[in-house]
């Protein structure tokens, strides 16, 4: 063998030393780190697990402050609800009373109105009966035919006793009309039954 020979395989051998030392020195180093990543992990994973717990038992700082905030957040919308309630109710209260007494004098306005026009229409009424009453009062008394008187003779022996005559009543000859046809049909038709039974 060589020198040359010799010293390639010293210079391989001292490469390949060179390399393994390298390797165990990052081997060591990923270890070390390996090992500290573990560390890291189980301190992680204990630091969960007493927060989870804590979350169980509702004693982690974090939930604590926020249900607070929720809590207080609750309560004043539930007074801010509550003097908005308290506002609608009493507003709503004096609309309907505003409302009511509007309704009551617009009744009451109605109600007079109405009383007033039935009056009127009464009074019109009582007028053209008086009226039409008025005329056939002078109609009936300058139109009543008087009877002619007759002489009476001896009554005969066998002659029936002769019934007094009753006065008829003659119909007016002039009338003035106020009312249709069927109400004039249906007045003569009263009167004539009236001055039948006379």
Same mark, same amino acid.
């Given at each position: 063998?060589?020198? $040359?020979?010799?010293?390639?395989?010293?210079?391989?051998?001292?490469? $390949?030393?060179?390399?393994?030392?390298?390797?165990?020195?990052?081997?060591?180093?990923? =270890?070390?780190?390996?090992?500290?990543?573990? &560390?890291?992990? =189980?301190?992680?994973? #204990?630091?969960?697990?007493?927060?989870?717990?804590?979350?169980?038992?509702?004693?982690?700082?974090?939930?604590?402050?926020?249900?607070? $905030? @929720?809590?207080?957040?609750?309560?004043?919308?539930?007074?801010?609800?509550?003097?908005?309630?308290?506002? %609608?109710?009493?507003?709503?209260?004096? %609309? @309907?009373?505003?409302?009511?007494?509007?309704?009551?004098?617009? @009744?009451?306005?109605? =109600?007079?109105?109405?009383? =007033? *026009?039935?009056?009127?229409?009464? %009074? %019109?009424?009582?007028?053209?009966?008086? #009226?039409?009453? @008025?005329?056939?009062?002078?109609?009936?008394? *300058?139109?009543?035919?008087? $009877?002619?008187?007759?002489?009476?003779? &001896?009554?005969?022996? +066998?002659?029936?006793?002769?019934?007094?005559?009753?006065?008829?009543?003659?119909?007016?000859?002039?009338? +003035?009309?106020?009312?249709?046809?069927?109400?004039? +049909?249906?007045?003569?038709?009263?009167?004539?039954?009236?001055? *039948?039974?006379?």
């Amino acid at each position: 063998m060589s020198d $040359t020979d010799y010293t390639s395989e010293t210079d391989d051998a001292s490469e $390949t030393e060179v390399v393994m030392e390298r390797y165990d020195d990052d081997y060591l180093e990923i =270890k070390g780190q390996s090992d500290i990543l573990n &560390r890291m992990y =189980k301190d992680k994973l #204990s630091n969960l697990e007493e927060q989870l717990r804590q979350l169980d038992e509702g004693i982690h700082p974090d939930y604590v402050r926020r249900i607070e $905030t @929720f809590e207080k957040e609750c309560q004043d919308r539930l007074i801010l609800n509550e003097a908005y309630l308290a506002y %609608e109710t009493e507003r709503i209260e004096k %609309e @309907f009373i505003s409302e009511q007494q509007a309704a009551l004098r617009d @009744f009451e306005e109605r =109600k007079i109105e109405l009383k =007033k *026009s039935l009056i009127a229409d009464l %009074e %019109e009424k009582k007028k053209i009966a008086e #009226s039409e009453r @008025f005329s056939l009062e002078l109609n009936s008394d *300058s139109v009543e035919t008087k $009877t002619s008187i007759t002489r009476k003779l &001896r009554r005969r022996q +066998n002659d029936p006793v002769p019934v007094p005559e009753k006065r008829k009543r003659g119909l007016p000859t002039q009338l +003035n009309y106020l009312l249709d046809e069927r109400d004039i +049909n249906d007045d003569l038709k009263a009167l004539t039954k009236v001055i *039948s039974n006379r």
